[in-house]
C-alpha cells in the first residue's frame, strides 16, 4: 500500500547536519540515482565493501514481473513453469500482496540489479545500497560463490541454454523438449555435486566441446551397455561382485546424463543444461540466511551513514526505516501470518549482534566469542561474510542475545510420542542445543531427503535403483511416485526407490509400480 | 566510483514472459478449453468478448520434488516463545498425528489454495473459442482485429493496475467509508460525553443503587468502547481502491440487425441449442467488427413465433409441432415495423433440427425468396442434426439456387461444422 499513495513532501530536517541533503523530494530522475549511488559508493568504501561493478537498470513494473518468474535469469529457456510463476506473480502484484519485488540482482560480473519505476528515491537509494553494495560484495567475497560460480560467465551461459533449447524445440517439437525439462526439474535438487569443485560454466568452451561430446558420449554409454549376458555368473544379485556404480552417486541428474541408456544426444545436453543452472543457484540456497542478512545488514548501515553525513534528511529517513522495518519484521510462530522464521530478520540479527559484541562486548560475549568480542567490527564482520554458509554461520555465529531477542525455542514432533515436546529454549542450558538445531535447519542435506544412486542392474533389466536413507525415520513425501515417473521417463527403464533406514528397507516405491508392496 | 552503469530499460524487452505465459496456457489447455466452453453456456451471446477466470486444480499443476513426509521424529525452532521451558509438553490434537504448525495456508481472499485461478485476456478467450470451432487463421484475426480502435473513458472500477489508481477517487471513497462505518458511533460518543458532562456537573443524588459515580464509570467505559471501535476503522482499504478504466471501442461503419431464429420445438434439446448459441457468437462476432451498431432480436418459434429475450431464447423449453414460417411472418413484421433495409444492414440465423410441418415448407420457401431474401444481406440457415434431411431442407435447397449470394445452409453435427457456414460468408465480403 505505502508505495502506491503520494504522501506529501517531509519537511527538511532543523537542524542541518553537516552537508545538505542531495535531494528533499521523494521523485526519482536518473541524475538524482546516480548521485545517491556516488555517494554509497563512498560510503560502502568507508566500509571495505568490495564489489563487482555494477550495472543498475530501472525497469517496470511488468518487466520486473517478468524477472521475478523467470527465478531471476535475465534470459532463461522458455518453460510453462515460469509462465505459471509469472501469473501467480502478477496475481499477487494487482492485489498488492507482493513482497519484496523491488529487489533483484544477478550473481554476474558487472552485477545487475533492478530498480522499479514506481518505487519512491528513497527506496531506489535503499535497493542500490542492498543489491548493488549488499548482495554485490556478498557474491564477490563469500567462498561458496568464489569456488562454485562464475559471475563473469553466467550471462553467456545463460544465453547459450536458451538458443540450445529452442533449436531442440523447433527440431523435436515442444512437447518433447518440455517433458524431459520437467523431468530434469523434478530432479533438479539433486542435480549438484555438493562436495567435488565442478568445472566453471563457459557458453563457448559448451558449444565447442558439444560436437565431440556428442560423438564420443554416445560412444561411451554404448560401452557401458555392450554386455553379452553370461549366463550362471550373475545370476544371484547377492553374489554379484562388482556394483555399478561402484560408489553411491550423490548427483542424480549428472549420473542419468552420463548412463541412462535410451537417451538422445540432445536429451542429454538438456539435461546438463538443468545441472549446470542446479549448480550455479546451489550457493544461493545454501546461503540465503547470510546473503540477505548481509545486504540488509549494509542497506541499514550504509543509509545511516548517509544520513549522519547529512545527505539525506529526516523524512528520507522515515520512509526508509518503515521499509526497513517491514523487511525485517520476525511474525511470532502463534500469528497468522507466521510462515516460518524470516531470514532477512534471522540474518540482519546476527550480523548486528556481531558488530554489537565487536564494539561492546559483555562477559557473556566474552566467553562464547573469546576471538571476537572486542575486536575490530568491521574486520569480524567481513571474516563472518567471507568464510560460511548459513548451516555454519548460525552454528558459529548465532549469539545468546539473539535468542532470546527472537525467543527461539525447539521443539519435537515425535510420531511415536503423543506431545508435542519442547526440547530448548532461549536459557543458558539450551543455547548451545538451540543453536545446533537451527543451523541443523539450514543443511540442505538435512531439510531434502538425502537419496542417492545406488546401483544399476547393468547385465539384467537395466533398472536403476536409488536408496533413500531417511534421519530420525522421517519418511519421504506424497509426491515420491509422481516424481519418480519423471527419473522413469529420463532412464528408461524400471526405477526402484528404498528407504532404508540402518540396514533394513522400510519402504519401497516403484515406477512403473508393481502389484504389491505400494505404500 | 564512476564505475556504475544505469541503464533504463523501460522501452525495451517488455513482456518477455510471453512465451512461458503461452507455454503454460498451451499445457493446461483442456483446463482452459472448459471453462471457456462453460462460460460461452453462460454469458450472453454479445458479452463474448472479455477475459475470463479460469481455475486449476492445483495438484494437476504442481512441479513434483521429493522431499520429506510427515512422520518420524522431526524438530523445528520457532519465534516468539511465551510461556515455555524446555521439557514442557503439548498434546497435539486430536485426529491421530496431525502436525502442528499447519503447512497449508490460508489464501486472504477465500479463493480456495487448492485451486489455481488466474485470468486468460479477452484474445486467449477467443483463441480458446475459435479452437473449439476449428476457425482457420485468417478468419480468426479478422475477427479479431478491426481497423480502428478509439480509448474512452468509461469511469471507475474496483480492479486494475497500480498505475491507473484515481487518488482523489480512493481517497474520497475511504473517506465516505469511515463516516460510514463511524459516523453513528461519533454522534453516540458526543451524546455520552455531554450526559457526562451533564453529570458531572448536576449534584449528587442519594441513589444508592446507582451512585453518581458508578453512572460516570459506565458512561466513561461506553464512551472508552465506542472510541476504540472508531479507531479500528482503517484510514484506507482495499475496498476503497478506484481505478479509472478505459475501453477499447472499434470504429467500424454503421448499424446492423441480427436475427436469432430458433426451433425450440421439444425436439431441439440443449445440446442443439448450445451449438446453435456458438454459431449465433460467430455471427455477432463477425457482425461487431463490421458495423458500429448492432440490434439483435430473438424470435423463438414452435407452432407460433415470438420476440423473446436472450434467457428465453436459449434456455427456456417448449414441445409442440413445428411452423417454421411463423417466425419468418414475425421476422418480415419487425423488419417492416423498426429495421428499415434502406438504414439497417439485416443479416438472420436460423437454426433448426430439421422438423417442419410438411405443408408450412413450400410456404417458407416462398416467404424466404418474395418477401425477405431480397431485404438481408445474408441469411444463413443452419440444420443440427445427424439425420436425413426432410421437407425444409430441400424447399431451401432451391433458394440457394436462386439466392446463392446472400443465402447459404449447412448441416451440423458437431460445434466444428459451424464454420464452413462462415467461410462462405468471409469468401463473399473478400471478392
Same mark, same amino acid.
Given at each position: 500500500? /505505502?508505495?502506491?499513495?503520494d504522501?506529501?513532501?517531509?519537511?527538511? /530536517?532543523?537542524?542541518?547536519?553537516?552537508?545538505?541533503?542531495?535531494?528533499t /523530494?521523494?521523485?526519482w530522475?536518473?541524475?538524482l540515482?546516480?548521485?545517491?549511488?556516488?555517494?554509497?559508493?563512498?560510503?560502502a568504501?568507508?566500509?571495505?565493501?568490495d564489489?563487482y561493478?555494477?550495472?543498475?537498470?530501472?525497469?517496470?513494473?511488468?518487466?520486473?514481473?517478468?524477472?521475478?518468474?523467470s527465478?531471476?535469469m535475465?534470459?532463461?529457456? &522458455?518453460?510453462?513453469?515460469?509462465g505459471k510463476?509469472?501469473?501467480?506473480?502478477?496475481?499477487?502484484?494487482?492485489?498488492g500482496?507482493?513482497?519484496?519485488?523491488y529487489?533483484?540482482?544477478i550473481?554476474?560480473?558487472?552485477?545487475?540489479?533492478?530498480?522499479?519505476?514506481?518505487?519512491?528515491?528513497?527506496?531506489?537509494?535503499?535497493v542500490?545500497?542492498?543489491?548493488s553494495?549488499g548482495?554485490?560484495?556478498?557474491?564477490?567475497?563469500?567462498?561458496?560463490?568464489?569456488?562454485?560460480?562464475?559471475?563473469?560467465?553466467?550471462?553467456?551461459?545463460?544465453?547459450?541454454?536458451?538458443?540450445?533449447?529452442? %533449436?531442440?524445440?523447433e527440431?523435436?517439437?515442444v512437447?518433447?523438449?518440455?517433458?524431459?525439462?520437467?523431468s530434469?526439474h523434478?530432479l533438479?535438487?539433486y542435480?549438484?555435486? !555438493?562436495?567435488?569443485?565442478?568445472?566453471p560454466?563457459s557458453?563457448?568452451?559448451e !558449444?565447442?566441446r558439444?560436437?565431440? !561430446?556428442?560423438?564420443?558420449?554416445?560412444?561411451?554409454?554404448n560401452?557401458?551397455?555392450?554386455?553379452i549376458p553370461k549366463?550362471?555368473?550373475d545370476?544371484?544379485?547377492?553374489?554379484?561382485?562388482?556394483?555399478?556404480p561402484?560408489?553411491?552417486q550423490?548427483?542424480?541428474?549428472?549420473?542419468? %546424463?552420463?548412463?541412462?541408456?535410451?537417451?538422445?544426444?540432445?536429451?542429454?545436453?538438456?539435461i546438463?543444461?538443468?545441472?549446470k543452472l542446479?549448480?550455479?543457484?546451489?550457493?544461493?540456497?545454501?546461503?540465503?540466511?547470510?546473503?540477505?542478512? +548481509?545486504?540488509?545488514? +549494509?542497506h541499514?548501515?550504509?543509509?545511516?551513514?548517509?544520513?549522519?553525513?547529512?545527505?539525506?534528511?529526516?523524512g528520507?529517513?522515515?520512509e526508509?526505516?518503515?521499509? &526497513?522495518?517491514?523487511?525485517?519484521?520476525?511474525?511470532?510462530f502463534?500469528?497468522?501470518?507466521?510462515?516460518?522464521?524470516?531470514?532477512?530478520?534471522?540474518?540482519?540479527?546476527?550480523?548486528t549482534?556481531?558488530?554489537?559484541?565487536?564494539?561492546?562486548p559483555?562477559?557473556?560475549?566474552?566467553e562464547w566469542?573469546?576471538d571476537m568480542?572486542?575486536?575490530? +567490527?568491521?574486520?569480524n564482520l &567481513?571474516?563472518?561474510?567471507?568464510n560460511?554458509?548459513?548451516e555454519?554461520?548460525?552454528?558459529q555465529?548465532?549469539?545468546?542475545?539473539?535468542?532470546?531477542?527472537l525467543?527461539?525455542?525447539?521443539?519435537e514432533?515425535?510420531?511415536?510420542e503423543?506431545?508435542?515436546?519442547?526440547t530448548?529454549?532461549?536459557? %543458558?542450558?539450551?543455547?548451545?542445543?538451540?543453536? %545446533?538445531?537451527?543451523a541443523?535447519?539450514?543443511?540442505?542435506s538435512? !531439510?531434502e531427503?538425502n537419496?542417492?544412486?545406488?546401483s544399476?542392474?547393468?547385465?539384467?533389466d537395466?533398472?536403476?535403483?536409488?536408496?533413500?536413507?531417511?534421519?530420525?525415520?522421517?519418511?519421504?513425501?506424497?509426491?515420491?511416485?509422481?516424481?519418480l515417473?519423471h527419473?522413469?521417463?529420463?532412464?528408461?527403464f524400471?526405477?526402484?526407490?528404498?528407504?532404508?533406514?540402518?540396514?533394513?528397507?522400510?519402504?519401497?516405491?516403484?515406477?512403473?509400480?508393481?502389484?504389491?508392496?505400494?505404500? | 566510483?564512476?564505475?556504475?552503469?544505469i541503464?533504463?530499460?523501460?522501452?525495451?524487452?517488455?513482456?518477455?514472459?510471453?512465451?512461458n505465459r503461452?507455454?503454460?496456457?498451451?499445457?493446461?489447455?483442456?483446463?482452459?478449453?472448459k471453462?471457456?466452453s462453460?462460460?460461452?453456456?453462460?454469458?450472453?451471446?454479445?458479452?463474448i468478448e472479455?477475459?475470463?477466470?479460469?481455475?486449476?486444480?492445483?495438484?494437476?499443476?504442481?512441479?513434483?520434488?521429493?522431499?520429506?513426509?510427515?512422520?518420524?521424529?522431526?524438530?523445528?525452532?520457532?519465534?516468539?516463545?511465551?510461556?515455555?521451558?524446555?521439557?514442557?509438553?503439548?498434546?497435539?490434537?486430536?485426529?491421530?498425528?496431525?502436525?502442528?504448525q499447519?503447512?497449508?495456508?490460508?489464501?486472504?481472499?477465500?479463493?480456495?489454495?487448492d485451486?489455481?485461478?488466474?485470468?486468460?485476456?479477452?484474445?486467449?478467450? $477467443?483463441?480458446f473459442?475459435?479452437?473449439?470451432?476449428?476457425?482457420?487463421?485468417?478468419?480468426?484475426k479478422?475477427?479479431?482485429?478491426?481497423?480502428?480502435? #478509439?480509448?474512452?473513458?468509461s469511469?471507475?472500477?474496483?480492479?486494475g493496475v497500480?498505475?491507473?489508481?484515481?487518488?482523489?477517487?480512493?481517497?474520497?471513497?475511504?473517506?465516505?467509508?469511515?463516516?460510514?462505518l463511524?459516523?453513528a458511533?461519533?454522534?453516540k460518543?458526543?451524546?455520552?460525553?455531554?450526559?457526562?458532562?451533564?453529570?458531572?456537573s448536576?449534584?449528587e443524588?442519594?441513589d444508592?443503587?446507582f451512585?453518581?459515580?458508578?453512572?460516570?464509570?459506565? $458512561?466513561e467505559?461506553e464512551?472508552?468502547?465506542?472510541?476504540?471501535?472508531?479507531?479500528?476503522?482503517p484510514?484506507i482499504?482495499?475496498i476503497?481502491?478506484?481505478?479509472?478504466?478505459?475501453?477499447?471501442?472499434?470504429?467500424?461503419?454503421?448499424?446492423?440487425v441480427?436475427f436469432?431464429l430458433?426451433?425450440?420445438?421439444g425436439?431441439?434439446?440443449?445440446?442443439?441449442?448450445?451449438?446453435?448459441?456458438?454459431?449465433?457468437?460467430?455471427?455477432?462476432?463477425?457482425l461487431?467488427k463490421n458495423?458500429?451498431?448492432?440490434?439483435?432480436?430473438?424470435?423463438?418459434?414452435?407452432? #407460433?413465433?415470438?420476440?423473446?429475450d436472450?434467457e428465453e431464447?436459449?434456455y427456456?423449453?417448449?414441445?409442440?409441432g413445428?411452423?417454421?414460417?411463423?417466425?419468418l411472418?414475425?421476422?418480415?413484421?419487425?423488419?417492416q415495423?423498426?429495421? #428499415?433495409?434502406?438504414?439497417?444492414?439485416?443479416?438472420?440465423?436460423?437454426?433448426?433440427?430439421?422438423?417442419?410441418?410438411?405443408?408450412?415448407?413450400?410456404?417458407?420457401?416462398? $416467404?424466404?425468396?418474395?418477401?425477405?431474401?431480397?431485404?438481408v444481406?445474408y441469411?444463413?440457415?443452419?440444420?443440427?442434426?445427424?439425420?436425413?434431411?426432410q421437407? $425444409?431442407?430441400?424447399?431451401?435447397e432451391?433458394?440457394?439456387?436462386?439466392?446463392?449470394?446472400?443465402?447459404?445452409?449447412?448441416?451440423?453435427?458437431d460445434?466444428r461444422?459451424?464454420?464452413?457456414?462462415?467461410?462462405?460468408l468471409f469468401?463473399?465480403?473478400?471478392?
Open positions: 500500500m /505505502s508505495s502506491l499513495i504522501r506529501p513532501n517531509a519537511p527538511e /530536517s532543523e537542524q542541518p547536519r553537516a552537508g545538505s541533503p542531495i535531494s /523530494s521523494s521523485e530522475t536518473f541524475d540515482i546516480r548521485q545517491y549511488d556516488e555517494e554509497i559508493a563512498k560510503c568504501a568507508e566500509f571495505g565493501l564489489t561493478p555494477n550495472q543498475v537498470e530501472v525497469i517496470t513494473a511488468e518487466q520486473m514481473m517478468d524477472a521475478y518468474s527465478v531471476g535475465p534470459v532463461g529457456y &522458455h518453460h510453462w513453469s515460469f510463476q509469472f501469473l501467480q506473480t502478477a496475481k499477487g502484484y494487482q492485489r500482496q507482493m513482497g519484496l519485488a529487489e533483484i540482482v550473481n554476474s560480473n558487472p552485477c545487475i540489479a533492478y530498480l522499479m519505476e514506481e518505487n519512491t528515491l528513497p527506496m531506489q537509494a535503499l542500490i545500497a542492498h543489491a553494495y548482495h554485490n560484495s556478498f557474491f564477490k567475497g563469500n567462498y561458496l560463490f568464489r569456488t562454485w560460480t562464475d559471475a563473469s560467465a553466467i550471462i553467456d551461459y545463460l544465453v547459450f541454454a536458451r538458443h540450445y533449447v529452442s %533449436e531442440c524445440e527440431r523435436y517439437g512437447d518433447a523438449v518440455e517433458e524431459i525439462l520437467d530434469c523434478a533438479m535438487n542435480g549438484v555435486d !555438493r562436495y567435488k569443485r565442478p568445472s560454466i557458453a563457448a568452451e !558449444r565447442r558439444q560436437k565431440e !561430446r556428442e560423438e564420443y558420449e554416445q560412444r561411451r554409454i560401452d557401458l551397455w555392450r554386455t549366463a550362471n555368473e545370476d544371484d544379485p547377492v553374489r554379484r561382485k562388482t556394483r555399478f561402484a560408489e553411491p550423490e548427483n542424480l541428474l549428472y549420473f542419468i %546424463e552420463k548412463n541412462a541408456p535410451l537417451l538422445e544426444t540432445w536429451q542429454r545436453e538438456l546438463r543444461i538443468v545441472r542446479a549448480q550455479y543457484f546451489y550457493p544461493q540456497r545454501q546461503t540465503q540466511v547470510m546473503n540477505e542478512g +548481509w545486504a540488509t545488514f +549494509w541499514y548501515t550504509l543509509l545511516h551513514r548517509m544520513y549522519d553525513k547529512g545527505l539525506v534528511n529526516d528520507f529517513m522515515l526508509f526505516l518503515q521499509s &526497513h522495518s517491514a523487511v525485517v519484521y520476525q511474525p511470532p502463534n500469528s497468522p501470518w507466521y510462515s516460518g522464521i524470516n531470514p532477512y530478520t534471522l540474518g540482519f540479527s546476527i550480523f549482534d556481531l558488530r554489537r559484541l565487536s564494539e561492546n559483555t562477559d557473556e560475549d566474552r566469542f573469546p568480542a572486542g575486536k575490530d +567490527w568491521l574486520e &567481513h571474516f563472518a561474510m567471507r560460511f554458509k548459513d555454519s554461520f548460525i552454528q555465529f548465532l549469539s545468546p542475545k539473539v535468542m532470546r531477542d525467543r527461539l525455542f525447539a521443539i514432533n515425535d510420531d511415536q503423543d506431545h508435542y515436546k519442547v530448548a529454549i532461549h536459557d %543458558e542450558p539450551g543455547y548451545r542445543t538451540l543453536r %545446533e538445531k537451527l541443523r535447519q539450514y543443511n540442505l538435512y !531439510r531427503p537419496i542417492q544412486i545406488y544399476v542392474d547393468v547385465r539384467g537395466r533398472s536403476l535403483t536409488l536408496r533413500h536413507i531417511p534421519v530420525d525415520r522421517v519418511p519421504l513425501g506424497k509426491e515420491t511416485d509422481e516424481v515417473r527419473a522413469h521417463r529420463l532412464w528408461g524400471d526405477v526402484h526407490l528404498e528407504s532404508v533406514d540402518e540396514g533394513v528397507v522400510v519402504a519401497e516405491h516403484h515406477c512403473p509400480q508393481g502389484t504389491d508392496d505400494e505404500h | 566510483m564512476g564505475m556504475t552503469h541503464v533504463d530499460r523501460r522501452l525495451n524487452g517488455k513482456n518477455k514472459s510471453a512465451v503461452e507455454r503454460f496456457l498451451r499445457r493446461y489447455r483442456h483446463h482452459i478449453k471453462a471457456v462453460d462460460a460461452v453456456q453462460k454469458r450472453s451471446i454479445t458479452d472479455r477475459g475470463e477466470k479460469v481455475s486449476i486444480p492445483t495438484r494437476d499443476i504442481e512441479e513434483p520434488v521429493f522431499h520429506h513426509g510427515q512422520g518420524g521424529r522431526q524438530e523445528v525452532v520457532h519465534p516468539g516463545n511465551q510461556e515455555w521451558v524446555a521439557g514442557d509438553t503439548i498434546p497435539k490434537p486430536e485426529g491421530g498425528g496431525g502436525q502442528g499447519g503447512q497449508g495456508k490460508a489464501s486472504p481472499d477465500g479463493e480456495g489454495m485451486e489455481f485461478a488466474f485470468q486468460i485476456t479477452q484474445e486467449e478467450f $477467443l483463441d473459442l475459435f479452437d473449439d470451432l476449428e476457425l482457420p487463421n485468417l478468419a480468426r479478422k475477427l479479431k482485429d478491426t481497423e480502428a480502435f #478509439s480509448y474512452v473513458r469511469g471507475f472500477t474496483t480492479q497500480p498505475a491507473k489508481l484515481d487518488v482523489v477517487r480512493s481517497l474520497r471513497g475511504a473517506h465516505a467509508r469511515r463516516l460510514g463511524g459516523g458511533r461519533k454522534k460518543i458526543r451524546d455520552l460525553e455531554a450526559q457526562l458532562a451533564a453529570l458531572k448536576a449534584p443524588e442519594l444508592l443503587a451512585s453518581h459515580a458508578d453512572q460516570i464509570r459506565v $458512561l467505559e464512551i472508552a468502547r465506542l472510541k476504540a471501535n472508531v479507531r479500528r476503522i484510514f482499504d482495499e476503497d481502491l478506484r481505478y479509472r478504466q478505459h475501453l477499447k471501442q472499434p470504429k467500424p461503419a454503421t448499424s446492423a441480427m436469432c430458433m426451433d425450440v420445438s425436439s431441439m434439446t440443449q445440446m442443439h441449442k448450445d451449438i446453435a448459441k456458438r454459431f449465433f457468437i460467430l455471427l455477432y462476432l463477425f461487431k458495423y458500429k451498431k448492432i440490434d439483435v432480436v430473438f424470435i423463438r418459434h414452435h407452432t #407460433s413465433a415470438k420476440e423473446v436472450e431464447f436459449f427456456s423449453r417448449e414441445t409442440g413445428t411452423i417454421v414460417s411463423s417466425a411472418k414475425l421476422m418480415n413484421k419487425i423488419i415495423s423498426r429495421y #428499415s433495409p434502406a438504414e439497417w444492414n439485416i443479416y438472420a440465423a436460423q437454426a433448426s433440427d430439421g422438423d417442419n410441418w410438411n405443408d408450412d415448407s413450400p410456404i417458407c420457401s416462398k $416467404l424466404l425468396s418474395e418477401r425477405i431474401l431480397p431485404q444481406q441469411y444463413s440457415y443452419i440444420e443440427i442434426t445427424p439425420q436425413d434431411h421437407m $425444409l431442407w430441400y424447399e431451401y432451391k433458394i440457394m439456387e436462386q439466392y446463392p449470394q446472400s443465402f447459404a445452409m449447412q448441416q451440423i453435427a460445434p461444422d459451424i464454420y464452413p457456414v462462415f467461410r462462405q469468401e463473399r465480403k473478400a471478392a
